[in-house]
């Protein structure tokens, strides 16, 4: 239970760690559509950030989800599994168009790439709130903390 509880602080770290870099592209991108000057650069660096992240993240979410598996439907676990394909399948394909020389493209493309980078951003910050709620169900394990704090103890 300790280590459950240790693995699960640590992987709510990881998610402020990841709302922090979303909300930065998010930053970026409102800049970039109200006209305001904004480094280019900036978008790949973050969404790179966030890939590699995802290699270990996702790992240790998913081990996670499944030791507490009993207490989720196999249908919500292997949501959680398809989110992850859909939304490391969507950072792919940003990074390939982002990575591209961006001063190439015209104002209108680079707009639509940004709200596409919006649309990541959208995407990316529902599914931390859906594991949160869902899978952790945090609102358990405040419970249980109270219940048994020395127990809960990391
Ligand atoms: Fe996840």
């Known amino acids: 239970m300790v280590m459950l509880m240790r693995s699960l602080g640590l992987l ?6 990841m709302e922090r870099a979303l909300g930065l ?43 507490i598996r009993r207490r989720v439907s196999s249908r919500i676990l292997e949501d959680l599994a398809s989110e992850h394909r ?28 940004v709200g596409d980078v919006l649309g990541y951003v959208r995407l990316r910050r529902a599914h931390i709130s859906r594991v949160e709620s869902h899978i952790f169900n945090l609102d358990i394990w405040a419970k249980r903390r109270r219940r048994c704090p020395r127990l809960c103890e990391a």
């Not at 709510?12 to 760690?17: K, T, Y």
């Open 12 to 17: 709510l770290e990881e998610h402020r760690v």
């Open 25 to 67: 592209l998010e930053t970026a991108s409102l800049r970039l559509l109200r006209g305001e000057p904004v480094d280019m650069r900036v978008f790949p660096l973050l969404l790179r950030f966030l890939r590699e992240f995802d290699l270990q993240h996702v790992e240790k979410e998913e081990r996670v989800c499944s030791h």
């Open 86 to 113: 859909l939304l490391e399948e969507s950072l792919r394909t940003l990074l390939g168009i982002l990575e591209e020389d961006l001063k190439s493209m015209d104002g209108d493309r680079v707009r639509s790439v």
